[in-house]
């Protein structure tokens, strides 16, 4: 019964002559064969795919977009003033410059109420220094 579930117990694989096996692993001609395949039908199906673009591109160039007749009377219309952003670049180069001299100088934030700033580099040693504050232990 044991040699039901164990087909090979007991036996020499050198031995066994009725052993079925496989002649020959894989066909490669045949894998070979389906790859040349496939490649050739991926360059058929981008050829036809550039060449219908072409198509619809020229026929798409040979067609008059035609403008509509208040946008060609408006083309160099500008906003009324106060026009709000002229130089974005430029504008943004202020607000940076604007905020690094913030971050590093000394200046009164309210002078009524004696808050000042300080550099941020001089904020961090002294943060390091002295430590951040913490909270009380609770009492048992």
Do not use: C
Request: no cysteine; net charge negative.
């Amino acid at each position: 019964m044991a040699e039901l579930h164990h087909p090979h117990a007991g036996h020499d694989a050198t031995s066994d002559a009725d052993a079925q096996r496989e002649h020959s692993d894989v066909n490669i001609g045949g894998i070979f064969g389906f790859a040349a395949g496939l490649l050739v039908v991926a360059v058929v199906i981008h050829l036809l795919v550039y060449v219908l673009f072409r198509y619809f591109d020229a026929r798409e160039s040979r067609q008059a977009t035609p403008q509509f007749p208040l946008a060609i009377a408006q083309e160099n219309r500008v906003p009324p003033e106060p026009r709000l952003q002229t130089d974005p670049r430029g504008d943004l180069a202020a607000l940076r410059a604007k905020e690094d001299e913030t971050l590093t100088t000394y200046g009164w934030v309210d002078r009524n109420a004696g808050v000042v700033r300080i550099p941020i580099d001089e904020a961090i040693r002294l943060t390091l220094e002295r430590g951040l504050p913490a909270r009380p232990e609770p009492k048992p």
